[in-house]
């Protein structure tokens, strides 16, 4: 059997050709695969979007267009190579086809209907390698084991402090933390969860403190129907002739959240006849709504894959305390207020241990113009 870690920089090459995919997958997995033979990459392929030939396919079409027979070398792809009839046919027949030797897997299918290609590649002699950089492969599909796993959006947190933690002044001034190229990074962002149909979701107190767009502002821009969803949880709903960006520009994109009492007022079906959308969810105990059933709302009423969550910090404290958050992007600016009445990151909390925290899992580290990008998950 080969030696797994001869293969890192080779997966490493298939993880990175994989983002290409990012987003146009959806609601597939993000899916990248290389061909190897004496030890340098001759093909590259990843999956280009749901309904389109898989990784594997691609790459040996890449093979195949540069004139490379792939008999005797390595495949060496991200995931399982599936083995059913879905949209296309099993990967691991074109596999079997090509006269490929050996196969080196980054991480086991999670989809039982689609399981079992290690096994079948196995049986017909292909020398299969698994759990090459298993952790960076199953973070780059986080978003299909969350849609595998329950009936909830893959949430991100996307939130930018000082380096002191900070997210705005004492007085509530907080334009900018960030620097131009974080800012584009964020509309980036947006522009992908809206082309998925997702949503971008804010607390009531960050809707009347910045009267948001929540829109991705892109070049070339998006049509309309690609703007993700505008969801704000609040328990005040806005007048419907106040000033409200999302209420004039934008309200069929809009949805408000919040108990029933309010979902059911006159303000509520005001809100409704202008447009938008106002949804009942219940309250916890403590008064705050249960976000795991806002979430499962937004896939259901919306068909939400994704929930960008981009503030406040108290919307987004309940997040990670109810281990809702499954990647948080932290924009780091290199500054300092060193005003301890300024607003912070978090607060809310009240741990006397350290072991009380909310630990997470650094998973990459990324640069913006000036700031860092920290990307963390949930640890285990």
Request: proline share 7%; glycine share 10%.
């Amino acid at each position: 059997m080969s030696d797994p870690s001869l293969f890192i920089p080779f997966m490493q090459a298939a993880l990175a050709l994989a983002e290409n995919g990012r987003w146009l997958a959806c609601p597939n997995p993000t899916v990248g695969a290389v061909l190897v033979r004496d030890g340098q990459i001759v093909a590259r392929g990843w999956h280009h979007a749901a309904g389109q030939p898989h990784a594997e396919v691609e790459c040996l079409r890449d093979a195949a267009a540069r004139g490379i027979d792939p008999r005797g070398a390595t495949l060496v792809v991200t995931l399982e190579p599936c083995n059913h009839y879905g949209k296309t046919p099993p990967c691991t027949e074109a596999v079997l086809e090509a006269g490929i030797a050996r196969v080196v897997i980054g991480l086991r299918d999670p989809n039982p209907v689609a399981a079992g290609g290690a096994e079948r590649l196995r049986a017909a002699g292909v020398e299969v390698v698994e759990g090459v950089c298993a952790q960076e492969c199953r973070d780059l599909i986080a978003d299909f084991l969350v849609w595998q796993e329950g009936k909830r959006p893959y949430v991100l947190l996307k939130l930018a402090s000082t380096l002191d933690g900070r997210i705005a002044t004492r007085n509530g001034h907080s334009r900018w933390i960030s620097c131009a190229a974080s800012r584009n990074s964020v509309h980036a962002l947006r522009a992908g969860v809206g082309r998925c149909g997702g949503a971008v979701m804010v607390g009531g107190a960050t809707l009347r403190a910045d009267n948001p767009r929540l829109t991705a502002r892109v070049e070339p821009p998006l049509p309309p129907e690609q703007q993700p969803w505008a969801c704000v949880i609040t328990s005040r709903l806005p007048a419907v002739n106040g000033d409200c960006y999302l209420l004039r520009e934008r309200a069929d994109r809009t949805v408000f959240i919040s108990t029933p009492a309010v979902a059911a007022s006159r303000l509520a079906h005001e809100l409704r006849s202008a447009g938008a959308r106002v949804l009942p969810v219940p309250a916890l105990v403590k008064g705050s709504l249960d976000m795991t059933a806002v979430l499962a709302l937004l896939r259901s009423e919306l068909g939400c894959p994704y929930v960008l969550c981009e503030g406040g910090g108290r919307l987004a404290l309940s997040l990670l305390e109810a281990g809702l958050v499954d990647e948080f992007r932290l924009h780091l600016a290199p500054r300092i207020l060193g005003d301890n009445s300024a607003v912070p990151l978090f607060d809310g909390r009240s741990p006397l241990q350290l072991d009380e925290a909310l630990h997470l899992r650094l998973g990459d580290v990324r640069r913006h113009g000036e700031d860092l990008e920290l990307i963390l998950r949930p640890r285990g």
